[in-house]
């Protein structure tokens, strides 16, 4: 099925659609570093990106007219500034806003479906009219050309109220990537949409992985020791702020049947220790000098999915590109660990140094619930399409 990606950054949702059965139409990025990224992997031959054609620009400069009608799915994460925790906040005020550019794209296109992404910040209080409008103008696909956003918003609301048609049925969820097998507790709000022409009863994949079924694993049965072949004697003390969980679970053992979460500790299983120089068989595996800790940026936990990785190198709130050992020694992660959390491919290269490298992962989307989140929405979409051909069949005869 043909897609389109914007706004790509280095790949990360991209690599998880095409993974799921999508085929990349147009790639849209702006930033050279990042556009660099996938042309190198491309004339390396790396077979994911092997077709991809990529624009390097804005996406509000891209002729959608090109593409309209015939496109399976959108893809995208606007950029996230406005309306990250870290960040100023200016949401819609903001001028690297980009939902109107991926609302327009999808407005012309009208993909049979869309997946949009974006940080967690934009659920909060403080924004909640701002997700309504956003979700009902992707429900509608109709600018109700107010004098702003607000009342816009009131007018879409007076639709919904009377039963305007839907053109896409919009599904919204706030996810954590720990939940889906991502060894890095990074929350996302995704909005998923179907065209009206589509079936609308698709549900939001549900999640796989639990830190009650990692605390068991750990603490209780200790599976997760001889995995790693680590000595009893050597397993670091249990967190106290775990304990009476455990307890509890030692009694109920109840894990709902899913799957631990998966650590740093199990993402960087196989990589050997980084020194000053590459390692020849190990992309982007060099070692990063200069990290601390001190009160408020201590780094992530060894035995536990890593924090979300951030789109900075220094100084970045709460050590997220830092890891502590379990002597309590923090040093930096390489640029292939992180793209381990990220779960990216070993063969795909991040190109630019370390910070360049960073920035591109820390805005990624790990490849993995991309093509989780993707192989639901293609599984829907081909079963519509069955439907319709057994449709067509039952007239032709």
């Known amino acids: 099925m043909r897609s389109i990606e914007l706004f790509a950054g280095a790949g990360g949702l991209a690599l998880g659609c095409e993974r799921a059965g999508f085929r990349p139409e147009l790639v849209v990025e702006w930033d050279k570093w990042a556009c660099d990224t996938i042309r190198e992997n491309k004339a390396a031959g790396h077979p994911l990106v092997s077709t991809w054609a990529v624009h390097q620009g804005d996406v509000r400069e891209v002729d959608w007219n090109a593409y309209a009608n015939d496109i399976a799915l959108i ?10 925790l870290g960040g100023k906040s200016r949401a819609f005020d903001d001028t690297r806003n980009m939902f109107p550019a991926a609302l327009a794209a999808i407005e012309a296109v009208r993909p049979k479906a869309f997946l949009i992404e974006n940080v967690r910040g934009l659920a909060r209080k403080s924004f909640a009219d701002y997700l309504e409008y956003l979700t009902l103008r992707l429900t509608y696909m109709q600018n109700p050309a107010g004098s702003d ?5 009131a007018t879409m609301t007076q639709w919904k109220k009377f039963g305007l048609t ?8 706030l996810v954590n990537a720990a939940n889906y097998g991502i060894p890095q507790q990074r929350h996302r709000i995704f909005f998923v949409g179907f065209r009206n022409d589509q079936e609308l009863n698709w549900v939001f994949p549900e999640p796989t992985h639990t830190l009650d079924a990692l605390l068991v694993d750990q603490w209780v049965t200790g599976q997760y020791w001889d995995r790693h072949e680590v000595a009893r004697n050597s397993v670091p003390d249990m967190p106290s702020r775990f304990r009476r969980r455990v307890d509890a679970l030692r009694v109920t053992g109840a894990t709902k049947g899913t799957l631990p979460w998966r650590t740093v500790r199990d993402a960087l299983v196989g990589l050997p220790e980084a020194g000053d120089s590459p390692l020849q068989g190990y992309k982007n595996h060099v070692a990063q000098k200069g990290a601390r800790s001190y009160p408020g940026h201590t780094g992530s936990e060894l035995d536990l999915p890593a924090k979300a990785l951030k789109a900075g190198s220094h100084g970045v709130p709460g050590g997220e590109n830092m890891m502590r050992t379990g002597d309590n020694v923090v040093r930096y992660f390489t640029v292939r660990e992180s793209a381990r959390l990220q779960t990216f491919p070993d063969d795909y290269e991040l190109h630019g140094s370390w910070g360049e490298a960073m920035r591109q992962l820390g805005n990624a989307v790990p490849v993995e619930l991309a093509r989780k989140i993707a192989e639901s929405v293609y599984s829907h979409l081909s079963m519509n399409r069955d439907r319709v051909s057994e449709g067509n069949e039952k007239v032709l005869v």
Do not use: M, T
Request: hydrophobic residues 25%.
């Open 166 to 173: 839907e053109e896409y049925g919009v599904v919204r969820a």
């Open 149 to 153: 956003w607000s009342s816009d918003l």
């Open 75 to 84: 893809s995208g994460g606007p950029p996230c500034q406005p309306f990250s």
